[in-house]
């Protein structure tokens, strides 16, 4: 009887509660647990193997001094050893890692430079959940997808530097690791380019509410700074040049690659046909390609039908079409897209594009589709057939301009919104669509438009923390994935979250976090 309890005892020490005890989000593929917990005191010994392993064990010295004073205090018992070790030959993959907690020691192993990264991201959240006592445990976790993105829209208002760092520090924890700048789009042109003084000096100025701000954008300084600051976190920045709509910033700025247009479409795509336009994009290529050492670009290429009328109007770009027996507008749209590819292709980077960049005979090898049309399954299946990667962004659950709780009206509703449980489920509904296509499949990312966007206390709300649900779905393994322990663990990162200041949206008692209001339209959006 006696044995039997002690072995039920044990077997309950060792899986479920741990899951649920271990504040740990992303929730690790696999963990197991083990008796006692090691306490950590100013007398922590931290070893490590040279390289990476002792860079980081420098800077987990320091971010653990806070448990170590408090313990001194308390006059608890010292000692017990850290040691940090990267090791190729352990075969681990990219990004993987091992944490293994007892009494008297802490192991942290990989075979990336992310790994163990990862490792120390683990053991600190672990450590300050726990208030410097880390139970005993074993961790073997990699990550579901390679792809874990959020993206920023700057263009409709922008935010700057400092918040851009701060969510950074946060997609770190959270082990995401790709951050998608749109950087381009109607209201302002974000980012410096010493050929193109007009972009900044023009086009940066105004936002999506008010078309007189002052010029908002980040220098060529700035952008090296933040893509240092990110690679440190072990995040790619990829920045967007949307193209060949959603171009208004950059065709008022310099009108001659304007594709025209009137009124409120004024300038809203480039002149699909000069010459003068693929070399204007060229040379801004040029200086983004320095910029940023991601493999990718992405060059959007999204809505274009929304404001190319004059495309149906320009006798130029009629006879162009008839000459190059582009058939239609749809036909020229695609010859853009596949002159961006080859643009993009000569600098040595692979283009993204929007969903509907499927459709323009680029070759596979050449592009990365990012499907966002949640009402188009069938984009994301022909891109698949065709042998194209996918990252899946699709609006429903995955656009952060959604509102998030039934009871709040500034933001998008299409058939419904957004809350934290669909972006947990997230992908289990579609995975009928993918299967098949994991090699192919990049992973997926939350992005975040910005017309009702204003200020950094909604930009906040519309965040967080949603953005904790996208880690866990993108990171965990579906059979690992449980939304109730999920909630039990979420009041670990949103204490966190608090100590950075952040505004964020309280699912467990929505009325103590009331939703700030938009700039212009304080109303729910449909469908639109
Ligand atoms: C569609 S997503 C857009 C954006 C808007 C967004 C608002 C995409 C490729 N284009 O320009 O900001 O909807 O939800």
């Not at 009137?262 to 809203?268: D, I, T």
């Not at 058939?327 to 590819?341: S, T």
Request: net charge neutral.
């Amino acid at each position: 009887m006696k044995k039997i309890f002690i072995f039920i005892a044990l077997s309950l020490m060792t899986v479920l509660p741990v899951a649920a005890q271990q504040a740990l989000i992303p929730t690790p593929s696999r963990i197991q647990g083990g008796r006692g917990a090691f306490t950590i005191t100013s007398g922590v010994r931290i070893v490590s193997g040279g390289g990476y392993a002792d860079t980081l064990a420098t800077r987990l010295q320091e971010e653990l001094q806070e448990f170590g004073k408090r313990s001194a205090e308390k006059q608890e018992k010292s000692g017990g050893v850290i040691s940090l070790r990267l090791d190729k030959s352990l075969g681990m993959p990219d990004e993987a890692y091992m944490l293994h907690v007892t009494p008297d020691s802490i192991a942290l192993r990989a075979s990336s430079e992310s790994g163990l990264f990862y490792a120390r991201e683990a053991l600190l959240q672990l450590a300050r959940s726990a208030g410097g006592t880390v139970r005993a445990c074993r961790i073997d976790d990699r990550p579901r997808y390679a792809w874990r993105g959020f993206m920023l829209d700057e263009s409709r208002h922008f935010f700057g530097k400092e918040k851009v760092k701060q969510y950074l520090d946060i997609m770190a924890a959270l082990r995401l690791n790709v951050f998608h700048w749109h950087l381009t789009d109607e209201p302002g042109w974000r980012i410096e380019i010493k050929r193109y003084p007009l972009l900044t000096a023009e086009g940066a100025k105004g936002n999506w509410h008010d078309p007189k701000a002052p010029a908002a954008f980040y220098t060529q300084d700035d952008i090296r700074e933040i893509v240092a600051y990110a690679a440190d976190r072990h995040i790619m920045v990829v920045p967007e040049f949307d193209m060949p709509g959603h171009a208004t910033a950059v065709c008022r700025a310099y009108p001659e690659v304007s594709g025209g247009g009137e009124g409120k479409w004024k300038h809203f795509t480039f002149h699909p046909c000069k010459e003068e336009t693929f070399e204007f994009i060229s040379n801004v290529l040029d200086e983004i390609a320095a910029l940023f050492p991601a493999p990718y670009i992405h060059i959007g290429g999204d809505e274009v039908h929304y404001g190319n009328q004059s495309w149906f109007t320009d006798p130029e770009i009629q006879q162009f079409i008839r000459d190059r027996n582009l058939e239609n507008e749809k036909g020229l749209e695609q010859y853009f897209i596949r002159r961006a590819a080859d643009i993009v292709a000569s600098k040595g980077k692979t283009m993204i594009g929007w969903d509907e960049i499927a459709d323009a005979g680029v070759s596979p090898d050449k592009a990365v589709i990012m499907w966002w049309r949640h009402d188009r399954k069938h984009q994301l299946v022909k891109a698949l057939e065709n042998g194209y990667r996918v990252i899946m962004t699709p609006r429903r659950p995955l656009y952060a301009d959604f509102i998030q709780h039934g009871s709040h009206k500034v933001g998008r509703v299409w058939g419904g919104y957004n809350p934290l449980e669909d972006i947990h489920r997230f992908p289990a509904p579609i995975t009928n669509l993918t299967q098949g296509y994991d090699d192919q499949v990049m992973g997926m990312q939350f992005s975040l438009w910005t017309e009702r966007v204003a200020d950094p206390r909604r930009l906040d709300y519309m965040t967080f923390p949603r953005l904790i649900a996208v880690a866990e779905s993108a990171w965990t393994p579906a059979g690992a994935k449980d939304y109730s322990l999920f909630m039990q663990r979420l009041p670990a990162i949103l204490k966190m979250l608090d100590a950075k200041g952040i505004y964020y949206f309280n699912p467990f008692d929505p009325a103590s976090t009331p939703e700030p209001g938009a700039p212009d339209k304080d109303d729910v959006l449909k469908n639109g």
